[in-house]
């Protein structure tokens, strides 16, 4: 069974960081593009980052670059996102998922497994 399973949410202050993990079972990921996306209550899902299969290119939304950084570790069938000065507005559940593309990462690409989700509340 292909699976993708997120950790590390939780709530935070303001200023501070989180790291988030994503951990694929069931295949092997390490072939194919991956992403974060974010969901708050009462909009639609956005694409926070994404990362290239060998993640030697990685994509961000405006809102997070400088903050936040993604990364892959394919020998363990990894994926991370390190979040640094953390607002109020980057509360949301946080979704991993997995295209079918080795290059595209970016928001507009098909991901076409997704992971669960993890809650993170940052507190003003």
């Known amino acids: 069974q292909v699976q993708l399973v997120e950790s590390g949410g939780g709530l935070v202050q303001a200023g501070g960081s989180l790291s988030l993990s994503c951990a694929a079972s069931?295949?092997?990921?390490?072939?194919?593009?991956m992403a974060w996306f974010r969901q708050a209550p009462g909009t639609e899902r956005e694409f926070v980052a994404g990362?290239?299969?060998?993640?030697?290119?990685?994509y961000y939304t405006d809102s997070v670059k400088g903050r936040f950084t993604i990364s892959r570790d394919n020998d363990k069938n990894m994926l991370y996102l390190q979040m640094n000065s953390l607002k109020p507005e980057d509360t949301a559940i946080y979704f991993c998922?997995?295209?079918?593309?080795?290059?595209?990462?970016?928001?507009?690409?098909?991901?076409?497994?997704w992971g669960q989700g993890t809650q993170v509340t940052v507190s003003s």
């Open positions: 990362i290239t299969w060998s993640g030697s290119s990685t």
């Open positions: 998922a997995a295209g079918s593309s080795r290059w595209l990462a970016t928001a507009g690409t098909p991901y076409n497994i």
């Open positions: 069931g295949r092997t990921f390490s072939t194919v593009a």
